[in-house]
């Protein structure tokens, strides 16, 4: 069985582009969630994702937003980007009901 | 906002040698998780641990929660150069909270 996969696995930005990044979860996982890793804050939650709707969203400003598609996979944009948002983002997916997550190797985000 | 905490921050043993983690949270729980993550990788779970339960074991890993105490620990035992690596814990809280939430984490060196 596959497992999480994220793309692209690296990027580089400039101040002011906008990044999107994808997730393509494990076969049958319907939920998807996205965190934010940095040196400094850590592992941040942003948002998860089940079946296409958001069921909880983290204390992120709005330049930071996601969606699901009805295959499961899974998006997150970020628009105006500030030299802050260099980070490792991670997507993970879970079974309904189970409440281990399964990571993806994550994207790292550089922001010049 | 980070709900557990992990201690210590960085740890340093040999080979064979037993090595205990510890994690703090300060809300209610539903679930409590450990989390292993290897130099910029995707996290990997290890294992989950009940409110309800008090202790678990998977192979080497040894998780025990207090619910009183609001605290965790990790043990592993006999570990090897393999184990080196950032233990996490993250703790989910019931109802409609969809998300985990991550301490920072314990730098854990195994020296051959």
């Known amino acids: 069985k596959a497992g999480v996969t994220q793309t692209p696995r690296y990027l580089i930005k400039t101040r002011g582009q906008q990044v999107t990044l994808s997730c393509s979860p494990i076969s049958g996982h319907r939920s998807v969630s996205w965190y934010q890793q940095t040196p400094g804050q850590g592992l941040q939650f942003l948002f998860e994702y089940f079946s296409e709707t958001q069921r909880n969203k983290g204390n992120f400003p709005g330049r930071f937003s996601g969606r699901q598609f009805s295959n499961s996979r899974s998006e997150m944009n970020v628009s105006t980007l500030e030299l802050g948002d260099s980070a490792l983002y991670l997507c993970?997916?879970?079974?309904?009901?189970?409440?281990?997550?399964?990571f993806g190797e994550g994207s790292r985000l550089t922001v010049l | 906002s980070q709900q557990g905490e992990e201690d210590p921050q960085a740890l340093s043993i040999q080979e064979g040698e037993n090595a205990t983690m510890n994690c703090s949270y300060k809300?209610?729980?539903?679930?409590l998780q450990w989390y292993r993550q290897n130099s910029g990788r995707g996290l990997v779970h290890l294992i989950l641990i009940r409110s309800n339960e008090r202790e678990k074991h998977s192979g080497r890993l040894r998780v025990t929660l207090d619910t009183s105490k609001k605290s965790s620990s990790l043990l592993i035992t006999a570990s090897r150069a393999a184990d080196t690596a950032s233990y996490f814990c993250?703790?989910?809280?019931?109802?409609?909270?969809?998300?985990?939430?991550f301490g920072k984490g314990t730098l854990l060196t195994v020296n051959p």
């Open positions: 809300t209610s729980i539903n679930n």
């Open positions: 993970a997916s879970s079974r309904q009901g189970s409440g281990e997550l399964f």
């Open positions: 993250a703790t989910r809280s019931g109802g409609s909270n969809y998300k985990l939430t």
